[in-house]
């Protein structure tokens, strides 16, 4: 994989592998990282001729100048990202973008992350533990492989629940039974889920039943990221919204999730080709 030329600012600093496909980023960008709060995101641009993509920012360093990315490699862009090597730029990287979680002491936070929907999680739990609320954090992934930033998510919760489905690491179970051992313990105030669409759409579901406001962080198929294109488009309570300006965060029991994964899944069969085409050609 080759380095791309130095068209911006946007240096690679630092990159840790948590799995064989996920990756951490420290990136030289110190006018969003003194922007950026809890819930933005950034677009990114690998190459002159990538394609635009959407990562949260996991982190940010205002004294380094610098800004945390985790990627899942699950594309060609994606994979062309991970594959840059410490001291390598990225090509384009705009932000910060999207409306900022809206944070203040509501009293108890379940914060719920999925996969790598833990890493936008982090500074959202943050955020919250310093302004006062007590936070109990539940994660979640397939096997203990796949667990990222546990030990940082730990820092700030009062209470942490990790969960695999192959009970490899933590309890054995679901995201689902993790909330709904936290929720039988003590009363929720709000919470927050964030992760793949489909288990979104089942946390919601357990939340509903218990009548907890929540919030879901989406993270959609999205282009120019400023509401022009509409590729990033969803249905909020009947009306439709778009994730890049009005989110990432919505009211997650008026979120139309069964549109989303409709919307989401359009371009496997197109992303499938793409991806073992660039496999093939680069080895």
Known sequence: MKNYPKYSMYKIIDKTFFSDNVVK??????????????????????????????????????VKGTITLVVQTVGVSSRKLAALEV???????????????????????????????????????????????????VIAARTKDLIILEEQIKEFSDELI???????HGKKGLITEGMEAAIAKEKIDEAMIIGPAIMMKFAALTTKKHHIPTLASLNTIMVDGTGMCGACRITVGGKTKFVCVDGPEFDAHQVDFDEMLLRLNGYKDIEKAAERKYLEENN
């Open 25 to 62: 980023m420290e990136v030289e960008a110190p006018r969003i990282a003194k922007a950026r709060r809890a819930g933005h995101f950034v677009i990114v641009k690998i190459g002159e001729k990538g394609e635009r993509f959407p990562l949260t920012i996991a982190g940010a360093d205002r």
């Open 87 to 137: 001291g390598a730029y990225i090509t384009d990287l705009v932000g910060p973008l999207g409306q900022a979680t809206h944070i203040e002491n509501k009293g108890t936070i379940l914060a719920c992350g999925g996969g790598v929907g833990v890493a936008p999680l982090l500074p959202i739990v943050e955020a919250y533990k310093k302004a006062g609320n007590r936070v109990i954090t």
């Open 162 to 168: 990790v969960m695999t489905d192959d009970g490899s």
